[in-house]
């Protein structure tokens, strides 16, 4: 939509929230408030979109660095809507075509009820044009006022209404689509004779309607999508009705979640068909999970990347890593940022990776530490084996060649190299390169002394009669 303008109206402190951050930064199932009605919007295409700021604007602009074409005006001090919108005047100066204006903490619009409300506004060649719903209990929003021919003639205040506008049903969302030709010779004579002595973009309405412009009304069927968040307590359940989407879209894709209510998967994930989810798994950020995988109860991953056919364990964590085709994990695994598990290898219980990369087939089965070490295939790792990678100053790497040995209880202390096919005898500390084919045992020399434990039991026995 080239001609389209978008203005995010994200300035309010949100006081309700008790909260110093600003509340669009607040996360909704995995991503800030803003970030989804900024993915909203990506999907219209549009020729700009402004974000009107003021509470924590630092704060806002910083989170949102990664999204270079979006252009800032500040709202100083938060004189109301009306105000607000004003503020965008200088980044909207010299375009043509339509503004869409939108709220930085209504996260549930789509973008088909958006293009809806943009087509419908171009067909009528209207000036403006409200998205509207209708409400069992409308307590709280603007009403929206029709004349004798049913057209909109105004939208009122809950706090300015009278007791018969209080009873009308249909409310303003305070979404709406307007004309760039005529917004701002209007939005510039906005007074603030009001309750909240504030300037409502509401106003405007009443206003184009003197002025003779066409002004036109998009009722949705549901206001489910118009929800907004104020408080903690809408969070958790805007949050719940989003999560509730996702699952419902991964189970008609092909995925089985057996305890959707328990299972929170981030919008940017992406699972493959018959793959199963267990109780109790969070699948974050932008996590991919391929096909046929088993990920089972309570396990976490984060911005991780998981081939086809692997298995997850209980209590299992991944964080920022890759696993490939039929690798398992777990169970009480971490795979720690910057780790590769190859195809087919084994992490098992208590087994902690980091910046590791372990090779096609290898296995890590019990109780190890890998961090900073680069394994080859087919490799080995003991019960209670650890790469001691930190010297206390710097980091080292550990280079473990295809088909080693590693027995139990190891220390394999950085940097050192174990060459292809070696073996490390079990409790050995190593500190120097192994080579290939080669057998190193680095640990002291076991001492007996026959019937010691046996006289010093008879030493600690009482004498008779001793209490």
């Known amino acids: 939509m080239t001609d389209l303008h978008v203005v995010i109206l994200a300035a309010g402190k949100g006081t309700r929230m008790k909260s110093a951050m600003p509340k669009v930064l607040h996360p909704l199932a995995g991503r800030p408030l ?38 800032y005006v500040v709202q ?15 980044a909207l100066k010299g375009k043509k075509g339509n503004v869409l204006v939108l709220y930085a903490d209504v996260p549930l619009l789509e973008a088909s009820t958006l293009q809806r409300l943009v087509e419908t506004h171009r067909n009528a060649k209207a000036a403006a044009t409200v998205l509207t719903a209708e409400l069992v209990d409308p307590y ?31 409310i303003n969302s305070g979404i709406y689509a307007l004309s760039m030709k005529p917004l701002f010779e209007h939005l510039n004579r906005l007074a603030a004779d009001n309750a909240q002595e504030e300037y409502y973009l509401t106003d405007l309405i009443a206003m ?63 699972v493959g068909e018959d793959t199963v989810l267990g109780p109790g798994v969070r699948l974050e950020g932008r996590t991919t999970i391929g096909e046929g995988c088993r990920i089972h109860a309570g396990c976490r991953l984060t911005n991780a990347t998981v081939e086809d056919n692997v298995v997850v364990l209980d209590y299992s964590v991944i964080v920022e890593s890759s696993v490939g085709t039929g690798a398992q994990i777990g169970p009480l695994a971490h795979i720690r940022p910057q780790s590769v598990v190859g195809a087919a290898a084994r992490v098992g219980n208590f087994v902690e990776l980091k910046k590791t990369t372990l090779g096609k087939g290898s296995k890590a089965n019990h109780l190890a530490y890998l961090g ?23 980091k080292h790497q550990t280079v473990i060649e295809d088909g080693v040995f590693i027995g139990s209880d190891s220390q394999l202390i950085a940097p050192v190299t174990i060459g292809k096919d070696a073996y490390v ?19 002291g020399q076991q001492v007996v002394k026959p019937d010691w434990a046996t006289r010093k039991k008879a030493e600690r026995r009482p004498a008779k009669g001793d209490h």
């Open 372 to 394: 900073d070490a680069k394994i080859g295939e087919g490799v080995n790792i003991g019960a209670g084996t650890i790469t001691c990678n930190y010297d206390g100053v710097d």
């Open 140 to 170: 709280g929003y603007g009403r929206i006022v029709r004349d004798a021919g049913g057209r909109i003639e105004r939208i009122v205040e809950e706090r300015d209404a009278s007791s018969a506008q209080r009873a009308i049903r249909e």
């Open 425 to 443: 005898g079990a409790g050995s500390s190593i500190t120097r390169d192994v080579p290939a084919g080669a057998l190193a045992i680095a640990r």
């Open 76 to 90: 100083s001090p938060q004189l109301g809507t009306g105000h607000a919108l004003q503020q965008a005047e200088p």
């Open 208 to 270: 184009l309607r003197q002025s003779d412009l066409r002004v036109e009304t998009l009722c949705l069927d549901s206001a489910g999508e118009l929800r907004g968040v104020n408080s903690r307590l809408d969070l958790a359940d805007l949050s719940q009705e989003v999560r509730q989407r996702k699952n419902r879209l991964l189970m008609m894709s092909g995925v089985t979640l057996e305890d959707p209510a328990t299972t929170y998967v981030d919008a940017a994930v992406t």
């Open 34 to 71: 803003i970030e989804h009605v900024l993915s909203t919007v990506d999907a219209l295409k549009t020729a700009s979109t402004v974000l009107v700021v003021g509470h924590g604007a630092n704060q806002v602009k910083a989170a949102l660095a990664h999204r270079p074409n979006l252009q």
